[in-house]
């Protein structure tokens, strides 16, 4: 199952994506309307959007705006250099030891740091 947050005609929703199509579930009762509240309802939530799928108004892809599938997370984490073999490329030696990775993050706090 593709979930997707989708744009059409302004209005912004989530759906599942099938072949070339997006079924709408933004009409179905008990479902939710944002992904975050989709993701925290767990399986109960995803076993309804399955069932739903079954009947929901569908819209082909090429009428709609897909957009980021979570728009607001509440947190992001990124890893730079965390392996060895990508820090090794054609231009190091290999005697040098890498540094630790870099922990990237927009919790509060230094933007980027190397763990201690």
């Not at 509240?37 to 076993?47: F, I, Q, S, V, Y």
Request: hydrophobic share 35%; with cysteine.
């Amino acid at each position: 199952m593709r979930l997707a947050t989708f744009t059409e005609s302004g209005r912004t929703r989530i759906g599942v994506i099938e072949h070339e199509e997006i079924a709408d579930l933004s009409c179905e009762a008990g479902l939710p309307t944002e992904m975050i509240a989709l993701l925290e309802g767990g399986t109960p939530a995803l076993t309804a959007v399955r069932s739903a799928v079954r009947t929901a108004r569908r819209l082909p892809l090429s009428m709609v705006r897909l957009e980021a599938p979570v728009l607001r997370p509440r947190k992001f984490l990124g890893l730079g250099g965390s392996y060895e073999s990508h820090l090794a490329g054609p231009d190091r030696s290999g005697d040098e030891k890498p540094l630790p990775p870099v922990l990237a993050s927009p919790l509060p706090g230094p933007s980027a740091r190397r763990p201690s």
